[in-house]
């Protein structure tokens, strides 16, 4: 089993939280290696966390424990949990921070964990990452089976996920996510466009964003003009709508949730 343990959070870098998790799974198990995948997720932000793991965590070897804690519910009645796939384990609260995990693992199986035995002494009401979630990490990628942790359920808390809609002209969908470059990233992947384009021909479509059009689909970022809101398929094979060396987000005040329709322009 691999000893890789990653780590997302909300908790920055400048208070003691990360660290202190850290320190917790390598008294557990000395011989983890710890990677960190962000600890710059907005605060309290589930989403933007399931967004960034499923992002991340697909190109980590086989067996990698990712810990993931962005936590509003902390020390309420929310259940810690262990979610097992065909090739990773995750480990954190019950909130629907996994929900793009269950969506797109092939096999799943979820455990609630109860056994306090793994956590530290005295857990306190608000840190259970350091207290509970670290520890059990730190067990599992030591080689403790999942089962050992709790008992699995299947009324696991997943969030509600946007799904674009699709018609002969016309494929709508939503803003998932912004990066820190300003790219808008959405929910339409190419698989979904790519009926509507005679023989494939990018140039076809229209694309629009809160009311404005966007000068249409590049094959790379610096094939946009300076200052013109331009349109790529990712290296994840999402719509994201960027500016050249500049800021989607400030120029059109987007935010996650904003409507993005793409058309074939004849149509």
């Known amino acids: 089993m691999s000893t890789i343990v990653t780590l997302t959070s909300d908790f920055g870098t400048k208070d003691a939280f990360a660290a202190s998790m850290k320190g917790v799974i390598y008294k557990v198990n000395p011989q983890a290696q710890i990677v960190d995948i962000t600890h710059e997720i907005g605060p309290q932000d589930v989403w933007e966390a399931a967004f960034t793991l499923r992002a991340a965590a697909q190109y980590f070897p086989k067996g990698t424990v990712h810990l993931a804690v962005v936590d509003p519910g902390v020390g309420s009645g929310r259940r810690p949990i262990i979610v097992v796939t065909e090739s990773y384990y995750f480990v954190g609260p019950d909130n629907g921070l996994f929900t793009l995990i269950f969506q797109e693992a092939e096999r799943i199986r979820v455990h609630h964990i109860t056994s306090a035995h793994y956590f530290l002494p005295n857990p ?135 409507v993005v329709r793409i058309s074939v322009a004849n149509a």
């Open 124 to 258: 306190g009401p608000t840190f259970h990452g350091r207290d509970i979630f670290a520890p059990v990490a730190g067990w599992l990628a030591k080689g403790i089976p999942s089962g050992n942790f709790g008992e699995e359920i299947t009324d696991y808390v997943k969030l509600n996920v946007p799904v674009p809609k699709i018609s002969p002209t016309m494929v709508e969908g939503h803003v998932v996510h912004v990066d820190r470059f300003g790219n808008i990233i959405t929910n339409i992947a190419y698989k979904y466009v790519q009926p509507l384009l005679p023989e494939g021909a990018p140039n076809t479509v229209k694309i629009a964003l809160m009311g404005k059009e966007i000068s249409g689909l590049k094959n790379y970022y610096a094939e946009s003009a300076p200052g013109e809101l331009s349109a790529i398929f990712n290296s994840s094979g999402a719509l994201e709508i960027f500016m050249f060396k500049q800021n989607a987000r400030t120029a059109l005040s987007a935010k996650r949730g904003e």
